[in-house]
Nanobody, 126 residues
Framework: QVQLVESGGGLVQAGGSLRLSCAASGLAFSNTPMGWFRQAPGKERAFVAAINKSGGLTHYADSVRGRFAISRDNAKNTVFLQMEGLKPEDTAVYSC???????????????????WGQGTQVTVSS
């Protein structure tokens, strides 16, 4: 059974930083492309960042490029999202996602992922 468990969310002031973690189990993590998505109140879930299985390729939404960084530790079955320069518009529930089909590529569409974590709340105050 695949499980993805996010942690690291919280309340932070604008300009601050947070580091989200997503611990994965039940899959061959080192073969699995991973992604982060977010859903703000009243909005649809949106792509944030993606990373391929080795960590050598990353891709970001335009809204976070240059402020957020996705990384992974395959020895610890964990993917991270380092968030810097946070803005109130970054407020959302952040979820990690795992693709169920092993691949060397990375993916930015919600439908490309098969497993989802429960999400962690990030709130940025102005």
């Amino acid at each position: 059974q695949v499980q993805l468990v996010e942690s690291g969310g919280g309340l932070v002031q604008a300009g601050g930083s947070l580091r989200l973690s997503c611990a994965a189990s039940g899959l061959a993590f080192s073969n699995t492309p991973m992604g982060w998505f977010r859903q703000a109140p009243g909005k649809e879930r949106a792509f944030v960042a993606a990373i391929n299985k080795s960590g050598g390729l990353t891709h970001y939404a335009d809204s976070v490029r240059g402020r957020f960084a996705i990384s992974r530790d395959n020895a610890k079955n964990t993917v991270f999202l380092q968030m810097e320069g946070l803005k109130p518009e970054d407020t959302a529930v952040y979820s990690c996602a795992a693709r169920g089909i092993y691949s060397s590529s990375l993916y930015s569409r919600e439908n490309d992922y098969h497993y989802w974590g429960q999400g962690t709340q990030v709130t940025v105050s102005s």
